[in-house]
């Protein structure tokens, strides 16, 4: 069974710092990224990494203060939030794509096939 279970979030002053993980279950990922939405907008890419090549790829807002990585023997991507900002409010998705097709653009998310649950990012100023 396909599953994408994302942990992590919280409530945190502005520039502090949050770390999400997402462990997946069930398949093996051409790659694995963390979209966000925030209410009343469109749901964006923030990062993705290809699990096999280990390239990484960010959205221009977040380029400096997020890492995303892998510890592929516990098939799980976490994202490094440092230096939040009050605009980093949100929930953030974890999702992940069997096909290189998929993957491509990386943080074109309309292709993702596999989506987790989600949890909230809250970022005080």
């Known amino acids: 069974q396909v599953q994408l279970v994302e942990s992590g979030g919280g409530s945190v002053q502005a520039g502090g710092s949050l770390r999400l993980s997402c462990a997946a279950s069930?398949?093996?990922?051409?790659?694995m990224g963390w979209f966000q939405q925030a209410p009343g907008k469109e749901r964006e890419g923030v990062a993705t990494?290809?699990?096999?090549?280990?390239?990484?790829y960010y959205a221009d807002s977040v380029k400096g203060r997020f890492t995303i990585s892998q510890d592929k023997a516990k098939n799980t991507v976490y994202l490094q939030m440092n230096k939040l900002k009050p605009e980093d409010t949100a929930m953030y998705y974890c999702?992940?794509?069997?096909?290189?097709?998929?993957?491509?653009?990386?943080?074109?998310?309309?292709?993702?096939?596999?989506w987790g649950q989600g949890t909230q990012v809250t970022v005080s100023s």
């Open positions: 990494i290809y699990t096999g090549s280990g390239s990484t």
């Open positions: 069930g398949y093996s990922y051409y790659c």
């Open positions: 999702a992940a794509a069997a096909s290189s097709r998929d993957c491509y653009p990386a943080l074109y998310g309309k292709n993702k096939n596999y």
